[in-house]
């Protein structure tokens, strides 16, 4: 299999497998969610947008959400023979960027920071490393050989998890 | 890449509509900053969201966005961007001093890039209210310098939709033989779009409903 570079979209998740990369461009308020079983090298990443499909009667797009993302994006490892109990998360995003407009008390990627955490340790899935909130976009880089997640940020250096 | 909601005729319509604004714009921008500045629309388009990325030159493109959330009759957000390289010139030209790290941008050089986009989105949506009266007005501009995809990801949020639609006027500031390009963009919330569709028709005496 070629070392394919996947780009995961707004409100997508995609699932494969090393030697694939998993890439979500310019993360701004929204999440990267990634996940990976080390011993069969599968791994997930999820771009989510809002922390909570609660208020919405209806779920067009499962990724859109921090809950049923992460459940969509299980459902897609464990097709690809990956255990539930070796997986470990990492997270990226939930920046602020324009920081004069916040409408409520907790900015939005704030809040969505703290859903994405709640629902990893809901479903006992443990955070190894998180590069959350501040005020900068990011690009993450999701490396299934390694499992390392490579973060861009515009006019600094690159980052490694 | 246009959308297929606006016809050319409304194509036509809305440069009309930006050609009145940017001229507005140039009056007010040169009574601020006391010399005279030319402005021409170079571009009216409707893009999808997925597509400005591209148009601003690719997904990790370095962009100054000036941002604005409207409220009125319709909602939503207006974005300007400015080429990241061209920020310091044209805070040059606003505030009379060039910037030398466009990262690190004084309180002065900020205050005047955010005046810019104000100025600009006010003159358009004025324009607009003019046309189809529709009654839009900003709130309070915020400034980021960064990649596009990540203004979009975050305007998306805002909006909390995964695709939007955009009304584009790319706007052309000419000072001497100085050019520098804006490119304004009106993100109108989910519905709003339907809204303004039916008030261009309605002022253009279409049959349309949207």
């Known amino acids: 299999m070629a070392d394919d570079n996947w780009i995961v979209g707004i409100a997508e998740y995609k699932a494969t497998q090393s030697p694939n990369r998993l890439t979500a461009y310019g993360l701004g308020s929204c999440v990267g969610i990634v996940l990976y079983d080390q011993y069969t090298k599968v791994g997930g990443l999820a771009h989510i947008m809002l922390p909570s499909s609660r208020f919405y009667s209806q779920v067009a797009l499962p990724g859109k959400f921090a809950d049923t993302a992460i459940d969509a994006l299980l459902t897609e490892m464990k097709n690809l023979g990956c255990r539930r109990e070796r997986l470990f998360s990492k997270i990226v995003g939930g920046a602020n960027m324009f920081s004069l407009i916040s409408q409520s008390a907790v900015p939005i990627g704030l809040r969505n920071v703290a859903a994405v955490r709640e629902e990893l340790k809901k479903r006992e899935i443990p955070i190894l490393a998180e590069q959350v909130g501040g005020t900068s976009g990011r690009t993450v880089i999701f490396d299934l050989v390694s499992g390392r997640v490579e973060i861009r940020k515009l006019n600094q250096s690159t980052e490694w998890v | ?210």
């Open chain 2, 1 to 210: 890449m246009e959308s297929e909601i606006f016809s050319d005729f409304q194509l036509d319509a809305l440069r009309e509509i930006g050609n009145v604004g940017a001229g507005n714009a140039a009056t007010a921008l040169s009574q601020m900053v006391g010399r005279r500045i030319d402005m021409s629309v170079t571009k009216v388009l409707v893009l999808p969201t997925d597509a400005i990325a591209g148009f601003l030159g690719g997904l990790e493109q370095n962009v100054a966005a000036v941002h604005m959330p409207i409220y009125g009759e319709v909602c939503g957000i207006s974005l300007v961007f400015f080429p990241m390289g061209r920020i310091s010139e044209l805070c040059g030209m606003l505030v009379g001093k060039e910037e030398k790290d466009p990262f690190c941008l004084s309180e002065l050089g900020q205050s005047a890039i955010k005046e810019l986009g104000s100025i600009l989105t006010g003159a358009y949506l004025s324009a607009l209210f003019r046309f189809v009266h529709i009654q839009m007005i900003h709130g309070v501009p915020g400034l980021a310098l960064d990649m596009a995809q990540a203004v979009l990801d975050t305007v998306l949020v805002e909006l909390e939709q995964k695709e939007e639609v955009a009304i584009v006027i790319e706007t052309e500031f000419l000072e001497n033989e100085k050019q520098i390009t804006g490119s304004f963009f009106l993100l109108p919330e989910a519905g709003s779009l339907k809204k303004l569709f039916t008030a261009f028709s309605k002022s253009l005496g279409l049959p349309g409903n949207g």
